[in-house]
């Protein structure tokens, strides 16, 4: 299962982990990527197993490690059976988790029970809220993006009757809440607040509520598929507002689904954009990412390489236990490469966003304002 990855990525990959200790001891450590491969989180899930994958087959000097791959799909059920089985077959020392909420809020408990870590990139606040000391999230949790995505609409573009369309799934009411608490804290009231379940197909009665409640900006909280469908069918009905959407937007994989000409006038809130950004090592990323795979990386992706490297990290500086890994993680800072991790105490482990925007020229969008610290930890 093992590649070669080029040599500008182990540069750089080098330079992320030039503090880190050699192994003490070359025995191989097993890692199991659990993550949602099938299903309406298929995009999502996809990127997060890629960036694990890269991570797990170029491992920091002196550590061999050993990985399974398993499809949890959208069940929590399937999501808890897959974690059970890698528990009693591999007997892994961390689990790439599902970015699904749900997922998470379903296995956290039996992690727990194991004391084995759970690294996602799921963005549900709540994962992180119920006291289990086990989930790492390398992305930032809804109380930074939805922060970040409210504000630019509101700041940066002059939103005073937005209008928001979520998921019913968890993750769309996580960030429905967070959605509606900053904009209350910026004295703005939703004139909608629309819920649409994932296996709707037409979005357009609810565009045309947003359109009758006199809505002069769109906030979409809303899956890969279905923020796709949101921004192609407010298009095609002329809705004509700006459209702030969740992080599922900046996904090349879900700009591939709408038209270049679509995409003006879009924006969304994400951790990280590889493809955008000008930095050497995240462009060795993308570039390795590209040949290993034969698509374009995202947030998810590289989120979930950079908590993989972490894991790794720790496993070159000794910690040979899944207990040892995290306690590891939750003391010590991690230079990736979206940004700096560092625990905030509960397992939040990213605390910066940025605001990406299209054209309609193209589908690689434009880094238009980072957020640091959004959440003040540092």
């Keep these: 299962m093992r590649r070669h990855l080029p040599a500008l990525l182990l540069t750089a990959a080098a330079a992320v982990a030039a503090t880190v200790p050699t192994a003490r001891a070359a025995e191989p450590v097993a890692v199991s990527v659990l993550v949602p491969i099938t299903g309406f989180l298929a995009l999502e899930g996809t990127a997060q197993r890629n960036g694990a994958v890269l991570a797990l087959e170029n491992p920091p000097a002196g550590v061999t490690v050993t990985y399974d791959v398993a499809d949890t799909a959208t069940s929590p059920e399937v999501a808890v059976t897959a974690l059970q089985r890698a528990l009693d077959r591999d007997r892994p020392l961390a689990i790439a988790a599902p970015i699904f909420g749900t997922q998470m809020l379903a296995m956290a408990p039996l992690a727990a029970r194991a004391g084995v870590p759970l690294v996602t990139v799921s963005g549900t606040a709540s994962i992180t809220e119920l006291g289990h000391d086990v989930v790492f999230r390398f992305f930032p949790t809804d109380a930074v993006v939805k922060v970040a995505q409210a504000r630019y609409a509101v700041e940066e573009l002059g939103a005073r009757r937005p209008a928001i369309l979520y998921q019913t799934t968890a993750y769309g009411q996580s960030g429905r809440e967070h959605l509606v608490r900053t904009l209350t804290q910026l004295g703005v009231t ?70 270049p000409v679509q995409l003006e006038g879009v924006c969304a809130e ?109």
């Design 270 to 378: 994400t951790a990280s954009s590889p493809i955008s950004d000008p930095a050497p090592a995240v462009v060795a990323f993308t570039k390795a990412y590209r040949e290993r795979f034969g698509v374009e990386p995202d947030a998810f992706a590289l989120g979930q390489y950079d908590g993989i490297r972490a894991v790794l990290a720790a496993v070159a500086d000794g910690a040979r236990t899944p207990q040892a890994v995290r306690a590891w993680l939750a003391d010590r800072r991690h230079p990736g490469l979206a940004m700096t991790y560092v625990s905030d105490g509960t397992g939040n482990m990213a605390h910066d966003a940025v605001i990406v925007c299209y054209d309609g020229n193209g589908r690689v969008p434009t880094i238009k304002k980072r957020y640091d610290s959004v959440d003040g930890v540092k």
């Design 190 to 259: 939703p004139v909608l607040e629309e819920a649409i379940d994932t296996g709707i197909k037409d979005i357009v009665p609810a565009l045309e509520r947003a359109r009758a409640a006199g809505a002069d900006s769109l906030l979409l909280q809303l899956h890969s598929g279905p923020t796709a469908l949101a921004v192609r069918q407010a298009h095609g009905i002329g809705l004509g507002v700006p459209i702030v959407a969740g992080s599922a937007m900046h996904q090349p994989t879900t700009a591939a689904l709408v038209e």
